[in-house]
């Protein structure tokens, strides 16, 4: 078999070693254009997952690297003169040149072909020369770029400048500095990879002279505004270099920095849709990129590598065995896309958390992409965890999740609320046994606050036949007795209510029979901001007059009357998913040319009438919230920066929290789905605007409820499809965690069922005693 690699980078020369050793008969050419001790960067890390698949794959290669890594526990953050450490996180780094060089002579010991200096001949004649090509040419490949029209890349530039640099001693800790200039925020991001020299004389060794005091990769980053106003747009290298030992002499202890033909950049985020074509495959940054804050390059591309030989190993042959390559990797590859960029936003919004105390800034940065959770870092490090809970507040032995918040004048127990779920099980609008049952269990359940569903403030303005409303008296005395069993059985338990109206996306089917889909018959009309149908096929709604919009913002003050004489303790007004107010807030769903339409502040006129109306009738002492779609995701939509002014006016306005979510207004949104994804639309609002916030979308685990919580990320998390899987999701997340106090109790009558019942034994007995033979 012969096969081609481009790119002498680790990913490219190790699925080379790798490849050789599987199968010694294979003839296997390495092109790279540099010589064989001319790379960039400093130092590199790996994991420990990582590691061992190198060892299971490689042991020689294995140990060759364990004789120069350095390995650390601890990461410091630097925050306004304050260092916090958090230990037991595992770290394992070495130089980069080095790293080259044991894969050089692994390779060279294989037999195979190193050829360095050389430009690869074009990868269309290596694919019809050899029976596999490897493209391992980095993120700006060449080879990619060539067959775009097959792996259909989507190349992202964020928003911060960067500058790879180095400093001659180590660090004792993955460090992480904030350096708050008068130009703005910068960061280091700083890591040992070559331990100090025992010998107080150091000879040179096979990377060149070894250092005394060993070495650490430092990197500086910041804003692109931050960065210009700084003035290092105009600097050379050796000016930025000298520059940014300036600004952290402190965490260099006055040292210099060098570089090694450094440059400052923007990070790129490369997404592609395949990762193959024809026997032309791509490896490494050339298939994928994840920003650098949490290490993932150069790990990234050894195990595409350690999955590429395995399933050419594995595969009867190569069309196969690439697509199964591609089937195994880019789940994964996703997985850590999303961390990353979790992880690289957070440093782009980093401004946002200066003012939170430096433990809880600590923290928040420890778990900015999700990776680590609060549980995971209560392990890792107990002390530290602890400590961040006591100046949270956290009383001895409380999670975070089971503190109080208060609301206006309603204090919740804890920070669970079960989302608003429309049931579609109503008659005539009127909620009947099954949300008792459906709101009873899940108030019982232990939550701090219990949501009902969407409900209508008229006829016209439910989304399907199925859906509850608030526009007569007979439905507020459904709901009435509603309230009361939730009052008198679940006390402790608030319950909210949330009134909308479906606006264009109303008369369809329900939703297991058709969501969104129109009534194949029994259709009523339609009123919107604009008329313009949800999707084709859609019926087409009438455009809302003035007297209309007065008639329709009664309907709600209406309906906001009948829902505080029922008994509901919190309101919500939904304002997101496309529904009518919403239809007024997003750019895509309001063409109009009136006082309504427009710019920025004449899209949010009608929903702050409408709040404004709902407010004066609805009791001062209880809480006014509103749900919002923080982002349309779809092109001219709205964006997060919209999101921040519609929070913004809403809570002038007086609304006591701001419940974000996001898209469902266009059919043709592109979603960016992942854990919690919503997150952080809710953690940039409360940052900017100051209003508490409810997080909601994929919150799936008491853990991730105790991150976000303790991080500050929001103030209250909304779970939907969890209490539908477990209607005592808060019960259960308290016997889980061994909590109990008064942020849930279990009713009297499950008291018994208050610990998890005891399963079959499954481990096996272990041998006693060994004799030897």
Not at 48 to 59: K, N, V
């Amino acid at each position: 078999m012969k096969i081609a690699v481009i790119g002498g980078g680790p990913g490219g020369l190790y699925a080379a070693a790798l490849l050789k050793r599987l199968d010694p008969t294979r003839d296997i050419t390495v092109w790279e254009r540099n010589a064989p001790d001319e790379t960039f960067g400093f130092g590199v890390v790996l994991s420990d997952e990582t590691l061992g698949g190198i060892e299971h794959a490689d042991p020689v290669v294995y140990a060759a690297l364990q004789k120069d890594f350095v390995r650390w526990d601890d990461i410091d953050v630097v925050h306004r003169g304050t260092r916090h450490t958090s230990g037991g996180h595992g770290f394992a780094a070495l130089g980069r040149k080095r790293l080259l060089e044991i894969l050089h002579e692994r390779c060279r010991n294989l037999g195979v072909d190193l050829r360095f200096r050389a430009e690869a001949p074009d990868a269309g004649h290596l694919s019809a020369t050899h029976d596999l090509v490897v493209a391992a040419d980095g993120v700006h490949s060449t080879t990619r770029e060539t067959y775009a029209h097959v792996f259909r890349p989507q190349v992202t530039a964020h928003g911060c400048r960067y500058i790879w640099l180095a400093t001659d001693f180590a660090f004792d800790a993955f460090r992480f500095e904030i350096a708050e200039t008068e130009h703005g925020v910068m960061q280091l991001h700083g890591y040992p990879y070559a331990r100090p020299s025992p010998d107080p004389h150091p000879s040179t060794g096979p990377s060149g002279p070894q250092n005394q005091f060993g070495a650490s990769t430092v990197i500086v980053e910041m804003r692109e505004e931050v960065w210009r106003a700084a003035g290092f747009e105009e600097l050379g290298e050796a000016e930025s270099v000298e520059r940014c030992a300036k600004i952290f002499a402190e965490a260099l202890g006055g040292r210099p920095l060098r570089s090694n033909k450094s440059a400052w950049t923007t990070f790129r985020t490369v997404v592609d849709e395949h990762w193959s074509h024809g026997n032309i495959v791509l490896l490494g940054d050339a298939a994928h990129t994840a920003h650098f804050s949490i290490g993932s390059g150069t790990k990234l591309a050894v195990e595409d590598a350690l999955a590429l030989a395995a399933c050419l190993e594995e595969q009867p042959d190569v069309p196969t065995a690439l697509a199964a390559y591609e089937e195994e990797r880019k789940p994964v590859v996703a997985s850590t896309q999303r961390a990353a960029r979790a992880s690289l936003e957070w440093f782009e919004n980093l401004r946002l958390y200066l003012g939170q105390p430096p433990r809880q800034f600590a923290f928040n940065l420890l778990t900015r992409s999700r990776r680590v959770t609060h549980d995971n870092l209560r392990l890792r490090d107990a002390h530290f965890t602890e400590a961040v809970e006591r100046e949270f507040g956290c009383p001895p032995g409380t999670p975070p999740m089971f503190t109080p918040f208060r609301l206006r004048g309603l204090t919740l127990r804890n920070r669970v609320v079960v989302s608003p779920m429309d049931m579609y099980s109503a008659t005539d609008g009127v909620p009947g046994d099954f949300h008792l049952v459906h709101l009873g269990a899940r108030a019982l359940g232990g939550a701090g606050l219990v949501m009902t569903e969407m409900v209508c403030v008229s006829e016209e303005g439910r989304i399907t036949p199925g859906c509850t409303g608030l526009y007569t008296g007979g439905q507020a005395e459904a709901w009435k007795r509603i309230t009361d069993f939730v009052h008198t059985r679940a006390p402790g338990t608030a319950i909210g209510v949330q009134l909308g109206h479906s606006g264009r996306k109303g008369s369809t089917k329900l939703m297991w029979e058709g969501m969104d889909e129109p009534l194949p018959y029994g259709n009523w009309p339609l009123a919107a901001a604009s008329p313009l149908p949800y999707k084709p096929g859609s019926q087409t709604p009438r455009q809302l007059s003035r007297a209309q919009l007065t008639d329709i913002r009664e309907q709600f003050t209406a309906a906001a009357w009948r829902a505080a004489r029922a008994g509901f303790d919190l309101l919500e007004l939904h304002c997101a998913h496309g529904y009518l107010l919403s239809g007024f807030l997003s750019p895509l769903t309001n063409h109009r040319t009136d006082a309504y339409g427009g710019s920025p502040e004449k899209r949010l006129k009608f929903p702050l009438e409408v709040f404004d109306a709902v407010r004066a009738v609805w009791p001062q002492e209880k809480p006014l919230t509103v749900r919002i779609s923080a982002t349309d995701w779809a092109e001219g939509g709205t964006t997060a920066e919209d999101a921040v002014r519609i929070a913004r006016a809403f809570a002038a306005h007086g609304a006591d929290a701001i419940d974000v979510s996001t898209g469902q207004v266009v059919a043709e949104e592109r979603p960016e789905f992942g854990r919690s994804y919503q997150t952080p639309f809710a953690d940039r609002i409360r940052h900017e605007v100051r209003v508490p916030v409810i997080a909601v979308g994929a919150i799936s685990s008491w853990d991730d409820v105790n991150s976000l919580i303790l991080a500050g990320r929001t103030d209250l998390c909304a779970l939907a499809r969890p209490h539908l899987y477990d209607p005592n999701w808060t019960l259960h997340a308290a016997a889980e965690q061994g909590y109990e106090g008064p942020g849930t109790a279990w009713p009297a009558p499950y008291r018994a069922g208050s610990r998890r019942p005891q399963t079959g034994r499954t481990d096996a007995p272990k041998p006693r005693l060994t004799l030897g033979g």
